[in-house]
Each structure stands twice: as structure tokens, then as C-alpha cells.
């Protein structure tokens, strides 16, 4: 058995809203950063509706246009940087980060290499979370699955420990801290994003006056990547067409 690590009382991440929250948190990157900011000393203020809104994802309108699936809790397609979405959290705390990430991992889980600034292997990811969490810092998990937040690791981060959107509660394994147990973290995770360190964060006047012009230039963006917005019918596939013929 290798060494184990844990930090105690990182707020909620997960379903369970009733329970532990003060209302539903369905975008998980914005929940996942509440989360370890509230843990890191964070203002209470700067909650999960703050960076829903400076995230740009409570503001997105982009969706698939065969099918008209909506980008719905997909940080990368914000903007044609796919870092933007982090890039303005991370800004707004006042905190470094980097995401670190395997690269074909990332890209079966529809994450852009260029979102990373790191690129490592298995070993490299798991090292750099167990530093993490010797450091007193959780770390928010990126893959095909909603966001999650680590909080501890097993046997040198054979099992990580921490908050995660439970489906199968039957099956859901806990610690003695009442922390979700990720036995087979590896096969559902392609990156992480690591907090780095404190600076100065960005008035919250600043903040907010960003995320409403952002919400301007969210609404007027035809396109990102292969999603489109609002205002390029033209793209819309037969399945667009039908929706708004009334076919």
C-alpha cells in the first residue's frame, strides 16, 4: 500500500442540491470552481452563478446543427480559444492554473489539445494531482463525464477521493469523510486543471461588466468550430429546418 492523502471539508459538489446547496449547480465546471475557491478562502459572493456568468457558459447558445444538441455543459466551444472559459474563472479569483491533460484521452473526450498547457501521460497525470493535494489544493477533474473535484487520493493516487455527480447511487463507494471514491478514476479522465498561485483577483464591477458584454458577442456569434449560434440559419441541418418550419 502506497501513501494517502486527504483535505477535509471541501465544499459539496454533486446532485444531491436539496441536501447541500442553495439551489441546482447543472454546469459543472462553474460548480467545480466554486468548490475549491469557497475551500481556498474564497468570497462567498464569487458563488456558482458568478462563474456561470464570467465562465461564459450560462451565456452560450451554440448547438450541433444536424441534431440541434446544445452545447449544454461543454466549456471548450465558448469562444474560438478554448481556454476561455477557465481563462476568465481563473481570472476573476485571481488565481495561476494550468490544465495538464493526455492527449488521446482529450481527444476522445472531445477536448481540444488546445485547451491544454500541458501535455503528460498517465503517470504525469496522476503525479501532478497527488502534488496537488500534498500542496492543500483540490484539483478539478476534466473527461466524459461532468466536471469533478479531487480532495484526496489512495495508495499514491491509485483511488483519488472527493465530489462527483453521482448516477448510480447503488454502487457509489464513500471514504469516512462521506467523499465519493473514484477506484477507476484513469479509465473516465483525460485531464485535470491545477490551481496555481494567488494573485490579485479582479474587482467584481470588472467581472460583471465582462460577462455582459460577453453575453452580447455570445449572441452574435455565428459559429464555433463546427457548433453554430443563433444567427447562421443557413447552417441548420434538416433536423433545424423541420424545428422551425413547423414540419
Known amino acids: 500500500m502506497g501513501d494517502d492523502a486527504v483535505l477535509h471539508e471541501v465544499p459539496y459538489l454533486g446532485m444531491d442540491w436539496q441536501t447541500y446547496l442553495d439551489g441546482p449547480q447543472d454546469f459543472s465546471l462553474p460548480s467545480a470552481m466554486r468548490s475549491v475557491m469557497f475551500y481556498l478562502g474564497g468570497p462567498q459572493e464569487r458563488d456558482y452563478r458568478f462563474y456561470l456568468a464570467v465562465s461564459g457558459q450560462g451565456l452560450q447558445q451554440l448547438w450541433e446543427p444536424e441534431t440541434l444538441r446544445v452545447a ?12 476561455h472559459s477557465v481563462d476568465r474563472m481563473f481570472a476573476a479569483a485571481g488565481y495561476d492554473y494550468e490544465i495538464i491533460g493526455i492527449p488521446e484521452k482529450c481527444e476522445a473526450a472531445d477536448m481540444p489539445l488546445a485547451a491544454l498547457t500541458e501535455q503528460v501521460d498517465a503517470d504525469g497525470l496522476r503525479a501532478a494531482i497527488c502534488a496537488s493535494i500534498d500542496a492543500g489544493k483540490p484539483v478539478i477533474l476534466l473527461g466524459k463525464m461532468p466536471c469533478a473535484v479531487v480532495t484526496g487520493y489512495e495508495d499514491d493516487g491509485a483511488a483519488l477521493v472527493g465530489w462527483c455527480y453521482v448516477f448510480d447511487e447503488a454502487n457509489a463507494q464513500y471514504d469516512e469523510n462521506g467523499y465519493v471514491r473514484m477506484g477507476e478514476w484513469p479509465e473516465r479522465v483525460c485531464g485535470a486543471i491545477i490551481v496555481g498561485e ?38 441548420w441541418g434538416r433536423a433545424g429546418a423541420s424545428r422551425w418550419s413547423g414540419r
Open 72 to 83: 449544454f455543459d461543454h466549456p471548450w466551444p465558448i469562444d474560438t480559444d478554448p481556454r
Open 198 to 235: 494567488q494573485g490579485r483577483p479582479q474587482p467584481m464591477g470588472e467581472s460583471w461588466r465582462e460577462s455582459l458584454v460577453w453575453a452580447v458577442k455570445a449572441a452574435r456569434t455565428p459559429e464555433v468550430g463546427e457548433w453554430v449560434g443563433g444567427l447562421d440559419r443557413s447552417r
